[in-house]
């Protein structure tokens, strides 16, 4: 009986953790260094507080990612219905080479960062819990992420929370 009961605990505390959705960047998850197309570093922190007083839709994706890929057809039509959103994409490509002729060749529009360190390390990473991409987040005005780690381009909930 114990047994069961300790392990009904251990199940509900990794499912409420699970389930959190952070509504602010952790302090080292804002620290972070990304690099623009020109491998000049900026804090992520910074990159935020560049386009405070818009909405920001995050699309942490990868060149080599197909079903990154496959969404960028539905971040283009929202990216025709919300031009006053800015969009962000943070890239985990480690071969820099490739991150940018993936740009290129699929002509994807917006504010360009990497991330140097792949999908694997770092705190914003860490913070996102990128495990698998796409990932999808969206910020508000004042910087409160009001869409938490979506991974599908077609999810209503990016409208939504875009409108």
């Known amino acids: 009986m114990f047994k069961k009961i300790t392990i009904l605990a251990v199940l509900l505390l990794f499912v409420s953790c699970n389930l959190e959705k952070p ?7 804002l620290n972070e260094k990304v690099y623009n197309l020109n491998g000049v570093s900026s804090s992520f922190k910074d990159v935020l507080k560049e386009h405070k007083g818009k ?14 890929l496959k969404g960028m ?6 990216q025709r219905t919300y031009p006053d959103v800015v969009f962000l994409f943070l890239s985990v490509d480690e071969r820099k080479s ?7 060749h699929y002509n994807i529009k917006g504010v360009h ?3 140097p ?11 996102l819990d990128v495990s698998w991409i796409p990932r999808y987040l ?11 780690n979506v991974t ?3 999810d209503k909930r990016i409208k939504d929370a875009l409108d």
Do not use: H, S
Not at 98 to 104: F, L
């Open 55 to 68: 909405k920001i839709l995050i699309d942490i994706w990868a060149g080599w990612c197909r079903d990154c």
């Open 138 to 148: 969206v910020v508000d005005e004042n910087g409160k992420i009001i869409l938490f």
């Open 73 to 78: 057809p539905r971040i283009k039509d929202l």
């Open 98 to 104: 490739y991150w940018k002729k993936a740009i290129e």
């Open 113 to 115: 960062y990497n991330l």
């Open 23 to 29: 509504t602010e960047f952790t302090e080292k998850a």
């Open 152 to 154: 599908k381009a077609y």
């Open 117 to 127: 360190k792949g999908m694997k390390e770092g705190d914003l990473v860490d913070f």
